[in-house]
């Protein structure tokens, strides 16, 4: 009878072994995918929250700075560390850490049926503050502040040399003299200053400490260092060629593109000038330098005077007479220079021809004068003029002089001109900004935004004031709006905290078996206990080491097999699919762990226990006078290990 009793305990061994296995996983993955602590235990073991500015954000501000270097402006391998380190002040770790706590304590209860509706709230109102002194302090402030100056003084310059060619006149300036005017009318400390005021008047807004803002840019005085910049940078020796070109403009509008001073009778061949490459070059040649940077300096005066409004109108006088004689003088030497070509091009003709060819010409009284279509064999170049009564100067200062004025005012159609293609508007905008600033209110910004736009914003005003709150009917609409959606929802989470909340009747299944095994192993209470901590035992010492070893020698690998490789990933992406697998290979680390915590726990209480029993059964045996009489369980845990005994019913 004893042996079928211990065969049949040895089947129910077996079983036990299974269902063992089975309810000590289910368990284990219970104990980690519902509990709160284990998300939280994970992310601190792979330090993530210093992970985000340890890697994430100088690989995230890497990859920015590769995938597009021409189109920003700012080098931001150069403030990389300034802007890690404000974002760490803005954002600590440590308050990360809060938010993700207090979010998978709130969240997952909820998910378990624990709870009916949940509400979690963010604090922002102190983030947005923090993040304004932050700013202000560690950037405007700092040495960061000069590099992004820098940069961005360089990205003007560069887009301002790139403009040049769209002015109607030339101007070879390099970008390092752009720079160098930009800098010097508009300087870092005045940008720092503007930046921080807008600051303290747009933060207080989003908070909602302020029903509206104002931000007001000054430029009243800045309009004087702009026009003495210009002054330096137009008005040099290196520029003042280019600088006489704006000139270009004005005459085209008074000229035309080109002058006609002689033409040929029924053919298309002329003596011109053209105004662009004869003219606008015989003023330059005309101007000295000191004389020309005085007008000039004058002219960009006036206009400086006109923007701020100290002036109504712009009108600056020049006097061209003296400049207008030698630019003649010039012209007229240019263009004798194209009538002895024009003339050594004339076909030879005789005499009568020719004079036939004179007496045929119509009586011009001004430009163009016509020429015969021949000349007469052996005519000189002096003869032909002196026969025609040629006199290139005059017909130059009839084209010329008499349409330029000799005291010539610029005005305001002329500063439009010298601008290309600007509009009154633009003008008059500048002017309104030189008195007033520009301005920038709350009215503007919802003027800027569509109706969706508005409401997000102050969406956002209250998140900030108040925090940004999610309930539970907020999660519930972002699973899905199918009513029939949100009953199965519903109906998993009643079962998943049923199944969590009686996970412990699992273990009833192991434990009632155990209770078989001692009852069929042992032949009384001693026995019988020590057969089911035995079986016990030797159960858990066996998913120990066969937990490790599986994992280490199998699942490990096949693990890592399975995980993306960050090689094949670039940036933030490559930092982040290697943070993810070392956080899914210690959670799977911690789970077998656990499972191996667990079974060792019991290995150990089980084996103390069965210490325990036979030094009890040891003791006894040398002290039988302490026996009862009736006390078989001892006599019989003895024979269960080995001791004398009776094996009988």
Known sequence: ????????????????????????????????????????????????????????????????????????????????????????????????????????????????????????????????ETAA??????????????????????????????????????????????????????????????????????????????????????????????????????GSEDTYDDLITLLTPVLESELGAAVDLYKVHNSSKKVTLSTRDDIVPAIQGAISHEWGHSRFAAVIRGIAAYVKGESSEIAVPIDLSRQKDDAVAALAELADGKLRELFQSLPVCSNAEFSAAVMALPHDTQPPYTLPGCRAAGMSYGEFQLVLGIDIEEAAEQQI????????????????????????????????????????????????????????????????????????????????????????????????????????????????????????????????????????????????????TTYSGVGEPELRQALPDPAEYEGAGAVLIEKGNELIENAADSFISGIQGTTLGIVIGSAAALLYIAACSIYNRRHPEREEPDDSARLVLVRFFGVDGDDSD
């Open 401 to 548: 002089t008499d349409v330029m004025p000799d005291l010539w005012f610029y005005d305001y159609d002329d500063l439009k001109l010298s601008l290309g293609d600007v509009d009154d508007g633009f003008i008059e905008d500048i002017r309104g900004w030189a008195a007033g600033g520009w301005t920038y209110t709350d009215a503007d910004l919802r003027e800027d935004l569509d109706a969706d736009g508005e409401e997000d914003l102050e969406d956002t005003r209250g998140w900030i004031a108040a925090g940004y709150t999610v309930t539970g009917q907020d999660f519930r609409d972002l699973i899905s709006e199918d009513t029939e959606d949100l009953e199965s929802f519903d109906e998993a989470r009643r079962w998943t905290g049923t199944a969590v909340t009686w996970m412990w009747a699992l273990w009833l299944i192991p434990v009632l078996l155990l209770v078989a095994i001692g009852f069929l192993g042992g032949r009384n209470w001693g026995s019988r206990i020590a057969w089911a901590l035995a079986v016990l035992l030797f159960a858990s010492l066996a998913v120990y080491i066969a937990a490790g």
């Open 1 to 128: 009878m004893i042996w079928f009793r211990r065969i049949t305990a040895i089947l129910l061994i077996l079983a036990f072994i299974v269902i063992f296995v089975l309810v000590l996983l289910i368990t284990q993955v219970s104990g980690t995918v519902t509990n709160p602590g284990f998300y939280n235990e994970q992310l601190e073991q792979a330090d993530v929250y210093n992970f985000i500015y340890d890697e994430l954000l100088p690989a995230a501000l890497d990859e920015i700075e590769e995938d597009d270097p021409g189109d920003n402006p700012v080098d931001l391998s150069a403030i990389e560390d300034d802007l890690v380190a404000a974002a760490r002040k803005i954002l600590p770790p440590e308050w990360l850490e809060e938010q993700v706590e207090s979010a998978t304590g709130t969240l997952i209860p909820y998910l378990l049926n624990d709870t009916d509706d949940f509400t979690y709230t963010v604090l922002l109102k102190d983030r947005v």
């Open 133 to 234: 002194d932050v700013i202000k302090s560690d950037i405007l402030r700092g040495g960061v502040s000069t590099n992004v100056y820098s940069d961005l003084v360089s990205y003007a310059a560069e887009k301002v040399h790139g403009e040049l060619d769209k002015l109607p006149y030339a101007l070879a300036l390099t970008e390092e003299q752009i720079e160098d005017a930009i800098e010097t009318a508009i300087p870092e400390y005045w940008v720092t200053s503007q930046l921080e005021a807008a600051i303290d008047s747009a933060v207080p807004y989003f908070t909602k400490d302020s029903g509206s803002f104002t931000i007001t840019v000054r430029f009243d005085d800045r309009i004087d260092p702009v026009a003495e910049a210009l002054i330096d940078l137009l």
